[in-house]
């Protein structure tokens, strides 16, 4: 069964950076496109930042130049590295493959961002 686990959440001043990273316990990003995900209470989920199979990465606006998603050689670690951070940006934040599968162990537990002075 796979799993995805996020972690690299915490508490952090505007302006200041994190660091998420996604890993999962297959090499499920070699053959599928992932991204990020953030939700806060009473929100719909939505998918911020994607990287293809391939390592081509694609952002919404909202978050366009300061959030980078990166992967190393591992095909089933992926990075997210957020910079800038603002109020905003406080969500719980998941990874997924893109479009997200339902199937159990794709929806982790997500990591909490807060960024508050």
């Known amino acids: 069964q796979m799993q995805l686990v996020e972690s690299g959440g915490g508490l952090v001043q505007p302006g200041g950076s994190l660091t998420l990273s996604c890993v999962a316990s297959g090499s499920i990003f070699s053959d599928h496109a992932m991204a990020w995900y953030r939700q806060a209470p009473g929100n719909q989920r939505e998918a911020v930042a994607a990287m293809t199979s391939f390592g081509v990465a694609n952002y919404v606006d909202s978050v366009k130049g300061r959030f980078t998603v990166s992967r190393f050689t591992a095909n089933n670690t992926r990075y997210l590295q957020m910079n800038s951070l603002k109020p905003e940006d406080t969500d719980v934040y998941y990874c997924?493959?893109?479009?997200?599968?339902?199937?159990?162990?794709?929806w982790g537990q997500g990591t909490q961002v807060t960024v508050s002075a």
């Open positions: 997924n493959t893109l479009p997200p599968s339902h199937s159990a162990g794709y």
